[in-house]
């Protein structure tokens, strides 16, 4: 770091858990870019001043993760389109003291299942486990690849109704399903999505759904990366489906940060190496 070092970090409360400023860091060694990100905690009453804090210190970007995606939409000068429609941000670009809000979550994750799993999303039959915060930047960014449906199906069925309701406009592919349903539309999906909690450390043993309700050759995927196989992706796996875990969006919702900020394409595989070595206690 010297006199010419461009600040970045992310916001969130609890924060020391995260993965972002070791990765983001590597990034910048990879690129040669003279930047430096580290982790704030900021709990929701500081939100305000945070965000003027940003300004005034002229950070170039920063990421927001929870519990402020939604809250920190106030104080920003502009929202992206995709953020606007999902709802939250998780990621603010500082054009010199105008704040841009975008959010790469959902276009993060389709990058990765892209890249990772399924290269073409046109016309696939999408299942989607779960009506979180998570589950709406995915279902925006799916919708827009031209799938034949996504259907959403949540334990809590209004979330799940609601979630299709706002994101699914007539005559398009989003609608919301019954729990119950689910068997006979797993048994006809190209590619099952868990979005929900279910499956993470500790509870390791846990799947969302039986994994011998998957059409083989399916793809079954998981946002979930700790750990990085979960149950379900192992039981998917024995029924001859191609599976996919969290951590490449992890990675790739960075990735479209860094692009956002320095205008450079990410060093996608070294960031990848840096949060795996991170995991092994490397
Ligand atoms: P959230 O907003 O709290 O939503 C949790 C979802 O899980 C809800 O749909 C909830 O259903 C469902 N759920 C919880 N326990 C359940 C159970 N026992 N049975 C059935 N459904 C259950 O959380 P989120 O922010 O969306 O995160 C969801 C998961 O995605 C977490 O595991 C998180 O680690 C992961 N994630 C990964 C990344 C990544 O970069 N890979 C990014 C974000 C999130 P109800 O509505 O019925 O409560």
Redesign the pocket.
């Known amino acids: 770091m010297d006199n010419q070092t461009v600040v970045y970090g992310v916001i969130g409360d609890p924060i020391r858990h995260t993965k972002s400023p070791i990765m983001l860091n590597r990034a910048f060694r990879e690129t040669g870019v003279n930047g430096a990100y580290a982790a704030f905690h900021v709990t929701p009453d500081r939100l305000e001043a945070a965000i003027g804090g940003i300004r005034a210190l002229g950070f170039r970007g920063l990421n927001v993760t929870?519990p402020h995606k939604v809250a920190v939409m106030t104080w920003l000068d502009e929202i992206d389109e995709g953020a606007r429609a999902i709802g939250a941000v998780n990621t603010i670009v500082n054009e010199n003291g105008r704040l841009i809000g975008y959010n790469t979550?959902g276009i993060?994750?389709v990058r990765s299942l892209k890249e990772e799993a399924e290269p073409e999303l046109a016309g696939r039959r999408i299942v989607v486990?779960?009506?979180?915060?998570?589950?709406r930047g995915i279902v925006w960014a799916l919708a827009r690849e031209l799938p034949a449906s996504v259907k959403i199906a949540?334990?809590?069925w209004d979330?799940a109704r609601d979630l299709a309701a706002s994101l699914g406009g007539d005559g398009g592919p989003v609608s919301a399903i019954r729990w119950e349903d689910l068997r006979d539309a797993c048994g006809e999906a190209d590619v099952v999505v868990n979005?929900?909690?279910?499956g993470?450390s500790p509870n390791v043993d846990?799947t969302?759904i039986d994994p011998a309700w998957l059409k083989p050759g399916a793809v079954a995927s998981d946002?979930?990366?700790?750990p990085l196989v979960t149950a379900f992706l192992r039981g998917a796996r024995e029924r001859d489906c191609r599976i996919h875990g969290?951590?490449g969006?992890?990675v790739y919702?960075g990735a479209y940060a860094f692009e956002y900020w320095t205008g450079l394409p990410a060093p996608v595989a070294a960031m990848r190496d840096e949060v795996l070595a991170s995991f092994s206690g490397k």
């Open positions: 929870i979550d993060g994750y486990l779960g009506a979180g915060g998570a589950a949540n334990r809590t979330k979005t929900t909690s279910v993470m846990d969302p946002l979930i990366y700790n969290g951590l969006m992890f919702q």
